[in-house]
C-alpha cells in the first residue's frame, strides 16, 4: 500500500479533550450490576459487596462521568425503592427488560461505588412513568444539605454529607416508542423543561442533558433535537446522541461487510456535526449566548445478541455481546471521531461498563477481558490535552454505505508528560484487511524528537475474539516500531490494526 501522512500544526487546534468522553455507563439491566460490579456472595466481593477483579479491570480503563441507572429502565424507576434498609427495599416487576429488580442497589450503594472509583457520578431521572417532582425530590436527595424532608433522608441511610451530583439526565430515549411514557417531542418538551427548572431551583449548581434523538433512523431525527432545545432553551446544558453500530449493517441484512464496517466513522461524524448543527441553530434563532453541548451519552456495537427479555427472572443474561477484531476497530474510531470533535462533544458513555455489551464479562467468579477493552485503555491513558485538526494523505477507498473514507483513520491529542514537556498522541487505524499501511507523522510546525511508548492491537482476521478459553487472542501489545528521523514518524500498521502512540516533540 501507499504511504499514509498525517499532517497535524499545533496551532491549528479543535479543542481541549474532555476527560467526560471517556465516560460508561451502568443500567440495571441483565448481568451488569447483579454479578457485574455487585456481587456480594463472590469470592472476589469487598465490604459493599462489590467485585474487586471487576473493579480493579474498570479502573484500568479510566472511566470519568459514570451514567445510572439507565437506560430504559430509568423510565420505569422509582429511586427511593433503591434507598433505606436493605431488607425494607421492594422487589418489583421491572418492564423495561422484563426482569426482576431488588433493588438491593441503589442511589447510596452507587456513590459509594463512585466514590472508590474516582467516576463522576451521572444520574438518569424518570420522565416516563415518573414526574418532575420526583426527579427534584431525587436531586434534594443527593445534593442538599441535611435539615429537608429528603436530605434528612440521605443522612438517616448513613450520608450525612451530600454526594454533589453535577450530571443529571432528563430522561432517557423518549423518543423512542419502546420507551414507558414515550410522548411526541413537543409533550417530552413540556416535562423535561418543568423538571429541570424544579431540579435547578433545588440546585443551581447541576447540568442537565435533555433527550436527543436516539436513533437516526427514526423519521422525528432532527426535528425532535430542534423542537425539544427551542423548548428548553437555557434550561439544556448538553442534548444527548446514542448510537449502536453493527456488521451486518440492517441495510445488508444477514450480509456482512467489513470494509462498510469499518467506514461507519463517516457516519459517527455526521450525526455528531448534525446534531450540532441543530444546537447552533436553536442558539443562533433565539440569539443565545448559550449554547447546549453533545453528551453522546449511549455508543458502542451491539447488533449480535439481541436477548431482550428477561422473563420475569432476576439478573438474567441479555445482550452478553462477545466481541471481536473488528469490533475493537469501530470501538477506537468512535472515540477517535468523539476527539476529532472535541470542540462540541463534551461527555460520552460507552454503554455500557461489565456483562451487558460490555468490554468485560463475568462468569462465576471469572472474568474476561473482551476485544473492544483495549482501544478504550490505549486511548483514555493518553487523553489529556488538545485535539488537534489531522489531515490524512494517502489511499482511499469507497464504501457502500459511508462514502469515500481514508483507508488510515486518526485523531491526534497535543499534551504533556508528567514533567510539563509537550507529548503528541498519536491514535490510528489501519481498516486495510489485507496490507501492511505504512504511515508517516508530521507535524508541521514542530519536531518529533523520540517515541515515547507505543501500543497495537490487531490480530489474524476480523472475526477473532477472546474467549474464557483462550483469553488473549485480541489483546494490546506493546508498538515500538515507529521510527523518528529529520523531525517526522514513520512506522508501519499491520492490516486490521489499531495503535496509540505517544511522541516526543520540539
Ligand atoms: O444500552 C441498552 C439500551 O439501549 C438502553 O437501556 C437504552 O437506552 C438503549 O435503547
Not at 423510565?75 to 434498609?85: E, K, R
Not at 436530605?151 to 448513613?158: E, I, L, P, Q, T
Not at 453493527?246 to 445488508?252: A, L, V
Request: net charge negative; with cysteine; hydrophobic share 40%.
Amino acid at each position: 500500500m501507499n504511504p499514509s501522512t498525517l499532517t497535524v500544526h499545533t496551532q491549528f487546534q479543535i479543542g481541549e479533550v474532555d476527560p467526560r468522553i471517556f465516560g460508561g455507563f451502568l443500567e440495571h439491566m441483565g448481568r451488569a450490576v447483579y454479578e457485574g460490579v455487585y456481587q456480594p456472595d463472590s469470592k472476589h466481593a469487598d465490604a459493599d459487596g462489590c467485585r474487586t477483579d471487576v473493579l480493579g479491570a474498570l479502573r484500568r480503563l479510566g472511566y470519568t462521568a459514570m451514567r445510572y441507572p439507565g437506560g430504559n429502565y430509568a423510565s420505569g424507576f422509582h429511586w427511593m425503592d433503591g434507598t433505606g434498609p436493605k431488607q425494607l427495599r421492594p422487589t418489583v416487576r421491572e418492564l423495561a427488560w422484563q426482569s426482576i429488580e431488588t433493588n438491593q442497589f441503589g442511589t447510596d450503594e452507587f456513590m459509594a461505588l463512585s466514590r472508590k472509583m474516582d467516576w463522576t457520578p451521572m444520574l438518569t431521572v424518570n420522565l416516563g412513568t415518573g414526574t418532575p417532582e420526583e426527579a427534584r425530590n431525587w436531586v434534594e436527595y443527593c445534593n442538599a444539605p441535611a435539615g429537608t424532608k429528603y436530605a434528612n433522608m440521605r443522612a438517616a441511610n448513613g450520608n450525612r454529607d451530600p454526594f454533589g451530583v453535577k450530571l443529571w439526565c432528563l430522561g432517557n430515549e423518549m423518543d423512542g416508542p419502546w420507551q414507558l411514557g414515550h410522548v411526541p417531542a413537543d409533550q417530552y418538551a413540556i416535562r423535561a423543561q418543568q423538571a429541570a427548572k424544579m431540579m435547578k431551583d433545588t440546585d443551581k449548581t447541576i447540568e442537565t442533558v435533555v433527550c436527543g434523538t436516539c436513533s437516526i433512523r427514526l423519521p422525528t431525527y432532527m426535528d425532535w433535537d430542534r423542537t425539544v432545545l427551542e423548548h428548553l432553551g437555557d434550561y439544556a446544558d448538553y442534548i444527548s446522541l446514542h448510537r449502536y453500530v453493527g456488521n451486518p449493517h440492517p441495510n445488508y441484512g444477514n450480509c456482512e461487510n467489513t470494509a462498510d464496517y469499518l467506514a461507519i466513522t463517516n457516519s459517527i461524524d455526521q450525526q455528531i456535526e448534525e446534531m450540532d448543527a441543530v444546537c447552533r441553530f436553536v442558539q443562533a434563532k433565539k440569539r443565545s449566548k448559550k449554547r447546549a453541548y453533545l453528551c453522546f451519552d449511549e455508543w458502542n456495537v451491539w447488533y449480535k445478541n439481541m436477548q431482550m427479555d428477561g422473563e420475569g427472572k432476576f439478573a438474567p443474561h441479555l445482550i452478553e455481546e462477545v466481541y471481536n477484531l473488528e469490533d475493537a476497530l469501530v470501538v477506537a474510531g468512535f472515540l477517535n471521531s468523539f476527539v476529532r470533535h472535541a470542540d462540541s462533544v463534551k461527555i460520552a458513555n460507552i454503554a455500557q461498563i461489565v456483562n451487558v455489551i460490555a468490554p468485560i464479562l463475568t462468569q462465576g467468579d471469572d472474568m474476561l477481558i473482551q476485544s473492544i477493552f483495549y482501544p478504550i485503555e490505549m486511548m483514555s491513558k493518553r487523553r489529556s490535552g488538545t485535539a488537534l485538526r489531522v489531515v490524512v494523505d494517502g489511499p482511499r477507498y469507497d464504501s457502500d454505505l459511508y462514502g469515500t473514507v481514508a483507508m488510515i483513520d486518526s485523531s491526534v491529542i497535543l499534551g504533556h508528560d508528567v514533567n510539563g514537556e509537550p507529548v503528541l498522541h498519536v491514535f490510528a487505524t489501519n481498516r486495510s484487511q489485507t496490507e501492511p499501511a505504512p504511515v508517516r507523522v508530521n507535524v508541521s510546525d514542530r519536531t518529533l524528537s523520540a517515541l515515547i511508548d507505543g501500543e497495537i492491537v490487531t490480530g489474524p482476521n476480523a472475526k477473532v475474539a477472546n474467549s474464557y478459553a483462550q483469553p488473549n487472542v485480541v489483546v494490546a501489545q506493546p508498538f515500538g516500531a515507529a521510527v523518528v528521523t529529520d523531525g517526522q514518524a514513520e512506522f508501519t500498521l499491520p492490516p486490521l490494526s489499531f495503535a496509540a502512540l505517544s511522541f516526543r516533540v520540539r
